[in-house]
T-cell receptor, first 114, second 111 residues
Framework: EAAVTQSPRNKVTVTGGNVTLSCRQTNSHNYMYWYRQDTGHGLRLIHYSYGAGNLQIGDVPDGYKATRTTQEDFFLLLELASPSQTSLYFC?????????????FGHGTKLSVL | DAKTTQPDSMESTEGETVHLPCSHATISGNEYIYWYRQVPLQGPEYVTHGLQQNTTNSMAFLAIASDRKSSTLILPHVSLRDAAVYHCILRDNYGNEKITFGAGTKLTIKP
């Protein structure tokens, strides 16, 4: 079973703070994704990547940067955190973009911006 | 725009068979239908997927309408552990990596 590990599990910061969320997958998956989940909105795609050094814009990218440093590691950066970014963040990976390849999700990071 | 439509919530009782509907009226020929389940404070977990034929695995049975405009996830003999939010999504292989999840159906199981 593919494993996706997120850290930290919980994070509290203040408005204007700098936050980095980490995601690692050890299954040589090409695609990695960052989602946020808020009540009533389901999961919304922030950024995704199909390999080291690649970055693609998702549906709700404003206020977020991301970087894929290696095949395994995908980071989400909030350089000036705002209360509206308080949310539950999930990282996911998949082997490829083919339609018959499923997503594997991490356990999530709960971020609170005060 | 949401590509799938699901009821916000459903309720069942332990031991019953649950039918979770999903409407995808604008589905295109290259799109697969995926189902994921999610319990609180955890990421979604894959349940099943299909293109045109009904599929079955240890977790569920997926019934796909002949016109592919709707599908039903069937959970036999549910237990309390089946309580979760069930997401129905579409995924194609024509370069669209933007996989979108809606709010899903919250399934409550009564003892």
């Amino acid at each position: 079973e593919a494993a996706v590990t997120q850290s930290p599990r919980n994070k509290v910061t203040v408005t204007g703070g700098n936050v980095t969320l980490s995601c690692r997958q050890t299954n040589s998956h090409n695609y990695m994704y960052w989602y946020r989940q808020d009540t009533g909105h389901g999961l919304r795609l922030i950024h995704y990547s199909y390999g080291a050094g690649n970055l693609q814009i998702g549906d709700v990218p404003d206020g977020y940067k991301a970087t894929r440093t290696t095949q395994e590691d995908f980071f989400l950066l909030l350089e000036l955190a705002s209360p509206s970014q308080t949310s539950l963040y999930f990282c996911a990976s998949s082997v490829d973009r083919l339609s018959n390849e499923r997503l594997f999700f991490g356990h999530g990071t709960k971020l609170s911006v005060l | 725009d949401a590509k799938t439509t699901q009821p916000d919530s459903m309720e069942s009782t332990e031991g019953e068979t649950v039918h979770l509907p999903c409407s995808h009226a604008t589905i295109s020929g290259n799109e697969y239908i995926y189902w994921y389940r999610q319990v609180p404070l955890q990421g979604p977990e894959y349940v099943t997927h299909g293109l045109q034929q009904n599929t079955t695995n240890s977790m569920a049975f997926l019934a796909i309408a002949s016109d592919r405009k709707s599908s039903t996830l069937i959970l036999p003999h549910v237990s309390l552990r089946d309580a979760a939010v069930y997401h129905c999504i579409l995924r194609d292989n024509y370069g669209n990596e933007k996989i979108t999840f809606g709010a899903g159906t919250k399934l409550t199981i009564k003892p």
